[in-house]
């Protein structure tokens, strides 16, 4: 488990991050969501233990992490930006990880990048960005760390790569306790990985819930009303979102589902139906309630 506690960071007058408190679940991946300046990246590069916070701590399973070799070595980051050593080879990284990491396993890096089909041989200089970055998310899982610290992970990967990328790391939950935590600016590339997610903006934490509890508490209606309807939608449901074109009706509804179709039914609409939430919708609806626009907040 991580645990970030009242945690700030500065630089100069910028103030990157401010009182940020998160606790982070084992055996879990966990969305940092945000635009470029939110703070995704120093509060990685703190929890990597590459920052020491001004403010407040961070511990790794109990252990705190700043100026800890133990705490460090149960985490691996993986950078938005690729550095490598200068004429250093793809095989090269096998013999400096390991010397680091004492988990590393050697074979199977040498395995992947078969899989990968990169040359050992050639200078990593020579990589494009996107092949730097499997590099680095290939190296993470070879460390088999426990926890993998992913920013902006599948920026600069082609569709066919990013989800292969996914089934990778589904794959090596299963198999090993492993934690992602997966910092981004696109919530269409987190949705469909991700068990609890985090929005940051301007340095703080706007909201930090479980996925499956987002999803079951907020439910998007259709509907065409019967002309002698008694009660109106506002007295009988918890409306976030309301459009009205010609007559029909769309809503985002926080409540039960059950309670919300037996509400529906009751009032015998000329047509109606429960349509799902995207997880971009869902932060929509959530944030607006708290007076922010995500639209402005989240590609």
């Known amino acids: ?11 100069e ?19 940092m969501l945000g635009t470029n300046g939110a703070g995704k990246s120093t509060l990685l590069r703190m929890i990597a233990g590459v920052l020491k916070p001004d403010e407040g701590e961070i511990f790794i399973d109990g252990i705190k992490v700043w100026d800890t070799p133990e705490a460090k070595s149960l985490c691996f980051y993986i950078s938005d930006e690729q550095f490598f050593y200068p004429n250093a080879t793809a095989g090269d990284m096998n013999k400096f990880y390991s010397k680091y990491y004492l988990k590393f396993d050697q074979s199977r890096y040498m395995e992947l990048l078969k899989r990968f089909g990169f040359d050992s041989k050639r200078k990593i200089q020579t990589f494009s960005k996107g092949m730097k970055k499997q590099l680095s998310i290939i190296l993470g899982l070879c460390t088999n760390v426990p926890y993998l610290l992913c920013d902006e992970t599948f920026d600069g990967l082609d569709p066919v790569m990013r989800q292969g990328i996914k089934s990778i790391f589904v794959k090596e939950m299963d198999k090993r306790s492993l934690t992602l935590i997966i910092a981004s600016h696109n919530l269409r590339e987190l949705e469909d990985i991700c068990d609890h997610i985090g929005l940051l903006h301007k340095g703080g934490v706007l909201l930090s819930r479980e996925l499956a509890d987002l999803k079951c508490n907020l439910h998007k209606l259709q509907c065409v009303p019967a002309e002698n309807m008694g009660k109106s939608f506002h007295e009988l449901f918890d409306i976030l979102k309301f459009e009205q074109r010609g007559r029909l009706i769309s809503m985002t509804v926080r409540g039960d589902k059950e309670e919300i179709l037996k509400k529906m039914e009751h009032l015998k609409p000329v047509y109606f139906e429960a349509l799902p939430l995207s997880l971009e919708e869902i932060f929509i609806s959530e944030t607006e309630v708290t007076g922010y626009d995500i639209k402005n907040l989240i590609l």
């Open 13 to 31: 007058e910028i103030e990157a991050v401010r009182k940020i408190s998160l606790d982070i679940q084992s055996q879990n991946v966990f969305g």
């Open 1 to 11: 488990m991580i645990e970030i506690k009242q945690v700030s960071k500065a630089f």
